[in-house]
């Protein structure tokens, strides 16, 4: 255990001196603080008005025929998010153009009668980026002019109710687990994890390699065992990725909850599913996942000489991590099927995958525990093999160590240096 600790610490302090790394995740910061921050960064080259920098638009509505015979002031009280200017004398188009340019308005809305009903000319600014008129718009006006017509027909309370009902829309599926939360902050959410697993654990094979080039090495395995060496780097390089993870995250959320307009993160993504208790399941499934590819990535690490090489030798690595994340990724689509079901107990997609059926509330404690048993056995078995090959190429600095030399130095008995 005294090995393990000296070799883990020798790992976090070489990690922790590399410029590198602290540019890195220095320049990761910087981006995340820049990113939320673009909203403030945006309203500090405008000089806008109070309602532009509230998000709210004034829009302009020319009504001099009296169609709505002054029932277009209740528009203001909707909260429609625009401030409305109701104008009931006749503006004609370039009056409207002048205003626009002078940025007294935004749009402008023009009522008038036509042969076979009402006609309302949207106008603004540049339609270019528009599909047509907003159809919140359309709706509004469309009911107000319906309800001015109903109120001359003195109905009584209970004709008006049975015209305008409450329509009460329900949402259900025939699969008996109910899927809860929002798909595109799961998958999000996994990509995030996947990114953070996978650099952290590609570091093992790096920090093999380099140390191998430089002989250090040859003074580790003289006063310790490769066993130890192996759980010895990988926890050394868990903890600081481990470290790096929280402090991004927590910069990621101080910036979200102080840098962005407040409901603006609620109103793009439905955080409501994300609990501390999905938040402890996230922290053992980056732990079982970072120490099934780390394991893994030891193993390509020692089979290199050279750190030119050590990308060709993690191939297959970054193939199966790849292919184990876009399993867990592309079945969220149908996350009460087989597939998204086999690819949260299927050791190389579960760290990316049952975090967030849990989070679905889609996941069994029976598939909690099956999942992370297949990953523990997982982890103990490339744990085996690659302490095994590593401790007979550790110290070959020659060639590349092929797979038929792995598998020869595999099943060589000779288990004492382990």
């Known amino acids: 255990m005294k090995d393990l600790i000296l070799v883990a610490t020798f790992t976090i302090k070489e990690m922790l ?9 220095l320049i990761i910061i910087l981006m995340i603080i820049i990113g939320f ?12 008005t109070d309602d532009e920098k509230t998000g709210i638009s004034k829009e302009l509505i020319v009504d001099s025929e009296n169609i709505y015979e002054g029932t277009l002031e209740t528009l203001n009280s909707m909260d429609l998010g625009y401030n409305f200017q109701i104008e009931n004398k006749k503006v004609n188009f370039d009056e409207i153009r002048t205003k626009i340019e002078n940025n007294e308005i935004e749009d402008a809305i023009i009522i008038s009668k036509v042969e076979n009903g009402i006609k309302l000319e949207y106008i603004v600014e540049d339609m270019t980026m528009m599909d047509g008129v907003p159809e919140q718009l359309q709706n509004t006006f469309i009911e107000l002019y319906k309800n001015l017509q109903l109120s ?5 309370n209970e004709q008006l109710a049975s015209l305008n009902p409450n329509f009460d829309f329900e949402l259900k599926q025939t699969e008996e687990a109910e899927v809860k939360g929002n798909v595109v902050v799961m998958m999000l959410l996994s990509l995030v994890l996947f ?20 002989k250090i090495m040859e003074t580790l395995v003289t006063s310790t065992k490769p066993r130890t060496i192996v759980l010895g780097k990988t926890l050394g390089i868990g903890i600081v990725g481990f470290i790096q993870v929280i402090v991004i995250v927590a910069v990621a959320l101080v910036c979200a909850n102080y840098c962005l307009p407040e409901g603006m993160l609620e109103e793009a993504l439905d955080v409501s599913q994300i609990t501390p208790v999905l938040g402890l399941f996230t922290i053992i499934y980056f732990i079982l996942g970072y120490a099934t590819f780390a394991l893994l990535y030891a193993l390509t690490g020692s089979t ?18 790849v292919l184990g994340f876009y399993l867990s990724y592309f079945t969220m689509f149908n996350p009460n099927s087989s597939l998204n079901e086999f ?3 299927f050791p190389f997609s579960a760290p990316f995958c049952m975090p967030f059926r849990i989070m679905m509330g889609i996941a069994t404690p029976v598939q909690i525990a099956i999942s992370i048993a297949v990953l523990i ?3 103990l078995i490339i ?9 007979s190429a550790i110290l070959n600095y020659g060639s590349k160590v092929s797979i038929k030399d792995m598998i020869k130095m595999y099943k060589n008995k000779d288990d004492s240096n382990i």
């Open 17 to 25: 001196k590399k410029k590198a790394f602290l540019i890195s995740n």
């Open 37 to 48: 921050n673009i909203p403030n960064i945006l309203d500090s080259f405008n000089n806008n």
């Open 152 to 156: 001359k027909l003195n109905l009584s």
């Open 195 to 214: 990114y953070a697993i996978y650099f952290c654990a590609y570091q093992v094979s790096s920090s093999i390699t380099t140390e191998k080039t430089s």
């Open 304 to 321: 290199v000489s050279k750190p030119e090489d050590v990308q060709t030798a993690n191939g297959p690595v970054a193939v199966v991590a």
């Open 343 to 345: 690819a949260s107990i």
């Open 377 to 379: 056995a997982t982890i």
């Open 383 to 391: 744990a085996k093999v690659s302490i095994k090959i590593y401790s």
